[in-house]
């Protein structure tokens, strides 16, 4: 399987995930896509034969037709390496369920600021 991991996840994410699997994990800014958006970044990324697509956009779900590709498209509450760190396993079994045509929103938590 491919996956390829958007530009605002953190690259700790990928040397974690590339422990605990044998699938090809390449992130935009390796693939020279960091100036692609959205709809431009999916169409490149199903195009070159990417199978998901990780990412920290969970407005993404809003702003596209993702049934209008093959690439699965996983959105993680958060990009906060302290808090996704925990959340390794659960992230790498999203993307092993992963369906193609589909969206999932992946609750990792999120960081807040204490007052």
């Known amino acids: 399987m491919r996956v390829l991991l958007?530009?605002?996840?953190?690259h700790k994410l990928r040397t974690q995930l590339r422990a605990l699997c044998e699938h090809e994990l390449l992130t935009t800014s390796f693939?020279?896509?960091g100036h692609l958006r959205n709809g431009e970044?999916?169409?490149?990324a199903e195009q070159t034969g990417f199978d998901v697509f990780l990412?920290?956009?969970?407005?993404?779900?809003h702003e596209q037709n993702l049934s209008a590709f093959q690439l699965a498209v996983i959105a993680l509450s958060?990009?906060?390496w302290p808090i996704?760190?925990?959340?390794?396993p659960r992230i790498m079994a999203?993307?092993?369920?992963a369906q193609s045509s589909t969206f999932v929103a992946l609750d990792?938590?999120?960081?807040s600021r204490k007052k």
């Open 78 to 80: 958060t990009n906060n």
């Open 84 to 88: 996704l760190k925990n959340h390794v």
């Open 94 to 97: 999203a993307i092993d369920a």
């Open 108 to 111: 990792c938590g999120e960081f």
């Open 55 to 61: 990412t920290g956009d969970r407005s993404m779900v």
């Open 6 to 10: 958007d530009h605002n996840l953190p």
């Open 41 to 44: 970044l999916l169409r490149a």
């Open 31 to 33: 693939m020279q896509w």
